[in-house]
């Protein structure tokens, strides 16, 4: 029986993989078949396991958040942001997947998700007076937003370079304001 779930367990991943990369070359709307073929799986296997691309692209999500989570969970505000925001430029069907949700799945699932990621990085910069006063955890789906917009570079490079931009713009943004 653990044999069958680690096989699974395997193919989920296999799947999960071949997805990241196909939506990245091909964009969230690429035929399936093609997940398929990169992952060696059958089609019954795969909609086993995701019987909708909602779903495919859901696990997608959760894979990328419990990755940051693990890897960047105590991470300083902004090593986390900039965290944020290169993952959002090396998987770009997730940047779409945000685009996609509407403004009340935003405010639970995956947006109450990232501001949990973001509220003690968050807490302790504003505390130390790095982050204006203002900015709170439900804002962060916001700025993950903002920075999904990088994503318009026609290359890995150009992206890249607009994600350094973009997190200059943003840092000044949510800086702490002197007193006026």
């Not at 699974?8 to 399936?32: K, M, N, S, W, Y």
């Amino acid at each position: 029986m653990t044999t069958l779930r680690s096989d699974a367990a395997l193919r989920r991943e296999q799947i999960l993989d071949a997805a990241d990369a196909v939506f990245a070359a091909h964009g969230i709307t690429a035929p399936l078949d093609l997940v398929v073929a990169q992952a060696g799986v059958g089609r019954a296997t795969l909609y086993r396991n995701f019987p909708e691309r909602a779903a495919l692209v859901e696990a997608l999500f959760d894979r990328a958040l419990a990755q940051l989570e693990l890897e960047h969970g105590g991470a300083d505000f902004f090593v986390l942001l900039e965290a944020v925001a290169l993952r959002i430029v090396a998987a770009p069907a997730l940047a779409d997947y945000w685009r996609a949700l509407d403004a009340v799945s935003t405010a639970r699932g995956p947006g109450e998700r990232i501001a949990r990621l973001f509220r003690a990085p968050l807490a302790k910069a504003v505390r130390s007076g790095s982050c204006r006063a203002d900015l709170k955890p439900a804002d962060m789906p916001l700025v993950c937003g903002m920075l999904g917009a990088t994503l318009r570079g026609s290359s890995p490079a150009r992206r890249r370079a607009l994600v350094k931009r973009t997190l200059d713009l943003l840092a000044a943004g949510v800086a702490a304001w002197p007193e006026r």
